[in-house]
RNA sequence: CGGGGAGUAGCGCAGCUUGGUUAGCGCGCAUGCUUUGGGAGCAUGAGGCCGCGGGUUCGAAUCCCGCCUCCCCGACCA
């Protein structure tokens, strides 16, 4: 492959766009590889198209390696596959519709579970005919509420997603498994940093889906990871370690206080620390009961929901919805208090939930023993050293309070820290909510149908692109890994004398041999803005023929480490060659 | 959906407060000469529905009213 300058369909930019942000989206604004065409919605130019096409071909190799096969659906997708799942609602504004002449929707593919599933409905019926993975890599489509971040997050975007088929659970797990082990080669082989995480709350159940995260500063999801550990996790997915239970014998005995004008924590901490009760009280010695409403689906009334964590901590929402999914959580209303009049607002106490019937749930370091300062159920009244396990009794655990850094790693090693990525991947166990949408089954050898398993897997190649950026580039530009860049060596001829014609030379010379080169044949413009284009197009390697060319001499340069080496003319190809390959 | 900002040449911007000749600057583009190791110089050019519609005025990029679009933060989504 060579690309000649001179004529390639680029104009980098000088300045960066008005509407860009991020450094991804700056850096392939300004180094022509992408240009914006309709909000979240971008053209991939010449080189922008070769680098989308390195991610492809890495993910396309390593899913034919886990026996992945290949194929295409169409991004338009008549309207009954997604009736069949309820999805064509369910979807609400998130998709593009269309409508045709005669008056059928359609919609524009988010993803293609319904599609996968009732194709190989149609074409596969036994036992022997599974397991079988499928795959495709093509636009999705989405319609974002606010596409944002350039490439990172638009409304139409390259994806691989692949479905696996199984015939039962331990098939599903393996090719899982298959999936997991796939996403970690594709990420190792295109240089990204990432870190694995479970997607779900432990209550849902481990492994069943995890997500890739791509570790920069201005990634939109958040997750931690601990300091002594290779332990990364969502926020939601943070299990509290649970400390020893406590003996209750020997703790005082809880009393109650007058404590006027203490609605919050801090009032309440500040109170106690001037009454003289013996000791320094903080927040973390008080116990917060926050009240909230949850809704089954289905249901129509609200249950009240008591939930104690350290006073020094908040409720965290994301944590909490996820740990009561699938019902709907609100906080009280002024109506629920006047309904509920042993609701003491500012006093609540755990007590006066589990007196009256309303489940109370306790933070995990509420254990047996502890000793809390907490409200007494009446208007300015707080109760000091109540003892779970003696004067209260949760009905359960919920481990829902905020996570903060330096919380203790739930593996027992270094303490957390919160961090932020891009999800370049998820694998995901479906189970068999499509195939029995469909009735997906397979005739096994008893000779009765046996529902199929399935599982869904992606990857957001052309976010894949912007990630790389984002994590590998300077100042100066872009730094592309090798396997995605979008050629091995650009070739730099500048001088006044035959360095052009040199350097058009020794680049066919590589082409010969395989390597991809971009080579700088453009007359007339300075050394200055060749170099300068050279290294925010970000090509691992530049080769210099210009003011040593008539001792022979030419430089070649290394775009990540910056180093400069002297070659010699004669050997300059063989040199070249050996360094792209790695030699 | 809530908050903030912006629409003027391919890109980045000034001009608007205080209406007044032919709407300006930088980059890029074209032509010529010079220059050639770190975003060159000089000269000459091409390129504009000043977001759209209405109004005020002798006169509107500029003032008024309405609308549209885009960007950023948040919510939502993943």
């Keep these: 492959m060579l690309l000649r300058m001179s004529t390639l369909f680029l104009r980098t930019l000088r300045e960066d766009p008005a509407d860009a942000e991020v450094p991804s989206h700056k850096l392939l604004a300004r180094g022509g590889y992408v240009r914006r065409t309709a909000p979240g919605v971008y053209s991939w130019l ?76 149609g074409e596969f019926s036994s036992y022997k005919d599974f397991p079988v993975v499928l795959y495709q890599i093509q636009e999705k489509f989405r319609d974002e509420a606010r596409p944002r971040a350039g490439i990172l997050r638009g409304r139409e975007f390259h994806m691989k997603d692949s479905y696996s088929f199984d015939l039962d659970d331990e098939g599903l797990q393996h090719s899982y498994d298959l999936h997991r082990d796939a996403y970690v080669r594709i990420f190792d082989r295109l240089g990204l940093r990432y870190v694995i995480v479970s997607a779900m709350s432990g209550a849902m159940g481990g492994s069943a889906s995890e997500e890739f995260l791509a570790e920069t500063s201005t990634g939109e999801d958040t997750f931690v990871r601990s300091t002594g550990s290779g332990y990364a996790a969502n926020v939601e997915a943070v299990r509290v370690p649970v400390p020893p239970a406590l003996p209750t014998e020997g703790a005082p005995e809880a009393r109650v206080h007058h404590t006027p004008d203490t609605p919050t924590i801090e009032t309440l901490v500040d109170f106690f620390n001037g009454a003289g009760i013996g000791r320094t009280v903080t927040a973390a010695d008080t116990l917060k009961n926050v009240l909230v409403k949850i809704r089954q689906p289905g249901d129509s009334e609200w249950e009240i929901l008591g939930i104690g964590v350290p006073g020094d901590r908040d409720v965290d929402m994301k944590r909490l919805e996820a740990a009561l999914e699938p019902a709907e959580v609100a906080m009280l209303e002024e109506a629920d208090f006047e309904a509920n009049p042993f609701l003491v607002k500012g006093y609540v106490g755990p007590n006066a939930l589990i007196h009256n019937k309303l489940r109370y749930l306790a933070d995990p370091r509420v254990v047996e023993g502890t000793r809390w300062i907490t409200g007494a159920d009446q208007a300015d009244h707080h109760v000091v050293d109540l003892v779970c396990g003696r004067d209260f009794a949760p009905d359960g655990v919920i481990d829902v309070a905020e996570v903060r850094d330096g919380d203790p790693s739930p593996d027992g090693q270094g303490t957390l820290y919160t961090a932020r990525g891009i999800e370049i991947g998820h694998v995901f166990q479906l189970g068999r909510k499509y195939a029995d949408a469909y009735e997906l089954d397979a005739l096994g050898p008893d000779g009765k149908p046996k529902r199929i398993t399935m599982g869904s897997y992606g990857i957001g190649v052309s976010r894949v ?119």
């Design 46 to 121: 010449p080189l922008g198209k070769l680098v989308l096409e390195n991610v492809t071909s890495v993910v396309r190799e390593e899913m034919n390696r886990i026996g992945g096969q290949e194929l295409l659906l169409p991004a338009l997708l008549p309207r009954e596959y997604f009736e069949t799942t309820g999805r064509w609602t369910e979807y609400g504004d998130s998709v593009f519709r269309v409508v045709d002449r005669k008056g059928a929707d359609y919609l524009l593919g988010p993803t293609h579970e319904e599609l996968f599933t009732h194709l190989v409905k």
């Design 465 to 583: 692109v912007a990630a790389i950026v984002e994590q590998s580039h300077d100042d100066k530009g872009i730094v592309w890994p090798r396997e995605v860049a979008p050629a091995d060596v650009h070739v730099v001829g500048t001088g006044k004398g035959e360095q052009i014609e040199v350097a058009v030379r020794i680049a066919e010379e590589l082409t010969a041999r395989g390597v991809r080169v971009l080579v700088d044949d453009r007359k007339g413009v300075s050394p200055g803005v060749k170099f300068t284009d050279a290294e925010l197009l970000g090509i691992p390697t530049s080769l210099i023929v210009g003011k040593g060319l008539d001792q022979g001499v030419l430089e070649l340069r290394d775009r990540a480490s910056g180093e400069r080496e002297e070659i010699a003319l004669d050997t300059a190809v063989e040199k070249v060659a050996g360094v792209v390959a790695g030699e």
